[in-house]
């Protein structure tokens, strides 16, 4: 096992597709199509790198990496947004972020963030 994955977006396409990607790849997947099943699956798992959109309905990226943070600090973002406005809003979070990607990201860039997050 190379680590484990929390993948959310409200998009359930995307959130299968790039869980067949990471899985094909040896990382073991968990998804949530919003904040409150990605609070809850931080408190039940071990989570390395978490991959997100950045708007939801009822929160921003920056509030639910601060609700993450509180569960568990020892994890990678990467935040995933179809909105190009959205990289200037991650540059001023509080929060050390890996990557910002503009929707669709190609499965290859991702996966080069995410080995180098790992060393790999």
């Known amino acids: 096992m190379q680590g484990s994955i929390l993948i959310v977006d409200d998009d359930v396409d995307v959130l299968e597709a790039m ?7 040896g990382y073991v997947v968990y ?12 408190m039940e798992n ?8 950045y708007l939801f309905a009822e929160y921003t990226g920056d509030q639910l990496i601060r609700d993450l943070k509180e569960i ?3 994890f990678s973002i990467i935040f ?18 890996f990557s910002v990607f503009l929707k669709p990201v190609d499965p290859e860039i991702l ?3 995410i080995r180098s997050i790992s060393g790999d």
Do not use: F
């Open 31 to 42: 998804t949530a199509v919003n904040p409150e099943q990605a609070k809850v699956c931080m």
């Open 19 to 25: 869980k067949t990607v990471l899985e094909s790849e």
């Open 72 to 74: 568990d600090e020892g």
């Open 80 to 97: 995933l947004s179809g909105w190009p406005q959205v990289i200037k809003a991650v540059e001023g979070l509080e929060y050390m972020v």
């Open 111 to 113: 996966l080069s963030a």
């Open 46 to 53: 071990k989570v390395h790198v978490v991959i997100m959109d």
